[in-house]
Structures are given as C-alpha cells and as structure tokens.
C-alpha cells in the first residue's frame, strides 16, 4: 500500500476511512488509512484507492509520500546511491537493468 504525510493528507481534506497496524522497520503501530486520488503526469498514471498516514520522516528521512509495491510492481525501479538519482520507466526504458 502507498503512504501519505499525515500533514498532507490533512491539508488536502482527505477522508479517513480506516485504521490499520502498520509494521515498519520501526515496529508496529496504528496509522490512518485515507482514500486519495493520485495523479502521475509524468508516467501518465492516475492511482485511486486507500493510503496509509504517515508522521514524515519517522527514521531520519523526510517525505511527503511513499509509493508501495501495489504501484511500483508494473515499472522498473532503479536508485543509484552514489549519486542519490532514483529512474522510474519500464523495461525498455532503462536499458541494462538485469532480470534475476
């Protein structure tokens, strides 16, 4: 499941429809689950459905969203650490990327 700042969700006037135990590498906890509308123009994909709250940034990190593996299992995701870039696209988009 994807994950939205609890502040942003808020601020948007999300409705939450649920709450759920979230368990992260932190432990277990209860979250707000809202329904949102997410729009990604640059991929040309619009995702609906429920989200988990979020407190930004729990472990050092700051964000305002998280894309989970529900969104992420249809696109090749590949983080270069060394330079902190991160490429989103699909198989042929990003020549080089090995299947194991």
């Not at 759920?20 to 277990?28: K, L, P, Q």
């Not at 990604?40 to 593996?69: A, K, P």
């Amino acid at each position: 499941m994807n994950m939205i700042d609890n502040r942003i969700a808020k601020s948007l006037g999300l409705l939450q429809v649920d709450q759920r135990e979230v368990v992260t590498a932190m432990g277990a906890t209860l979250a707000p689950v809202y329904y949102a509308k997410l729009v990604l123009e640059l991929v040309d994909v619009t995702i609906s459905g429920r989200f988990f709250g979020g407190n930004n940034g729990g472990i050092g990190t700051s964000y305002d969203m998280l894309l989970g593996r529900s969104f992420l299992q249809d696109y090749v995701f590949n983080y270069n650490g060394l330079i902190g870039r991160c490429e989103l696209g699909s198989e042929d988009d990003l020549p080089g990327i090995v299947q194991s």
